[in-house]
């Protein structure tokens, strides 16, 4: 069963939500902004494993900014390459090589982006820009495939989100390690009880 996210809350001030962040920047010169409360429940990694077509132990090589929602939201699209592949769901690619794609794209919905003369931000309160992946950031992400976008986003929201640090595995936001009881664990434990999780599917 795929993992619902609900939209709570999509503030644009006063600027009725059919205008774009394009049109928003222009009336107002040249700069719009918005937020996004996305509401979440707790997720443990076990049912991560079993939502998610592609979990990956990462490294952040890339990060830029989108317009995406008929450029009514700005989002980050990180680039990542795969230091090494949990769960393949082989029909997302047509590659002679299990477990590998060419190129993974990881969708966020909030960031910052310049357009000239036109600066458009979204605010993401599940994922806010302090928690956000940085390019360097070693990563475990749990992903599910967006088939109309050509991107992944993650299961679960900001839950299928951990960062690597020290060698240890920690949720990528304070909320979540709050919500969900998290703590630092050893990365060869992480991976050794997540392999066995996903062994039992």
Known sequence: MKICICILL???GATPVEQSLRQ???????????????????????QLSKDSDY??????????????????????EYTILP?????????????????Y??????????GTMIEGEY??????R?????????????????????AEDKVFMFTGGAFGAFHVRDGEVQPLTREVASRRG???IALAAFLRDLQASIAKE
């Open 83 to 99: 230091l090494g592949v949990l769960k393949h769901r082989t029909s997302l690619n047509s590659s002679s090589k299990p477990g």
């Open 55 to 76: 979990i990956v132990h990462a490294k952040v090589v890339r990060a830029n900014t989108v317009l995406t929602f008929e450029e009514r939201l700005v989002a980050t």
């Open 101 to 110: 794609l060419p190129t993974t794209v990881v969708r966020r919905v909030g």
């Open 119 to 124: 600066r458009y931000s979204t605010t993401n």
């Open 10 to 12: 999509l503030a644009l």
């Open 126 to 146: 599940a994922m806010p820009e302090a928690d956000a992946p940085r390019v360097g950031d070693e990563v475990i992400w749990f992903l599910q495939y967006n």
């Open 182 to 184: 998290d703590r630092p």
């Open 24 to 46: 928003i920047a222009r009336e107002q010169g040249g700069s719009a902004s918005n937020s996004m409360d996305y509401f979440t429940p707790v997720t443990t990694v076990s």
